[in-house]
């Protein structure tokens, strides 16, 4: 597993055990701006483009900020990405427009929308 999976996987586990929805959304919320600040400042490697911005993205969307997870979202997909990464944005995207903020596993995404 690569440190970037890893670090993004440990904040979700983390968000993921806060058993009230409040509580949940704060701890989200936080990841997220630990998250950000740490990929920002490069100390979280890329190792496949639009991953960091599947994690940011969700970490938002599960604390309610629709707005930010949007933005990032939309940033992303204006980048080139790997087709497994580009359908985990777009299914992030729909989560975000149907306002969902409960946590989905990846297979989810295999799916259709």
């Not at 970037?4 to 990841?31: E, M, P, W, Y």
Request: with cysteine.
């Amino acid at each position: 597993m690569n440190s970037f999976v890893l670090i993004g996987s440990t904040a979700f586990k983390g968000a993921t055990q806060a058993k009230a929805d409040s509580f949940a959304k704060s701890t989200d919320l936080k990841a997220a701006k630990v998250f950000q600040s740490a990929i920002a400042s490069g100390s979280i490697p890329v190792e496949q483009p639009g991953l960091e911005d599947v994690f940011l993205a969700d970490l938002y969307r599960r604390a309610g900020d629709f707005q930010s997870a949007q933005a990032i979202i939309e940033q992303s997909q204006a980048r080139e990405l790997e087709s497994s990464v580009a359908r985990v944005l777009d299914y992030v995207c729909h989560l975000i427009h149907r306002k969902d903020t409960a946590s989905h596993a990846i297979l989810q995404v295999l799916e259709p929308i």
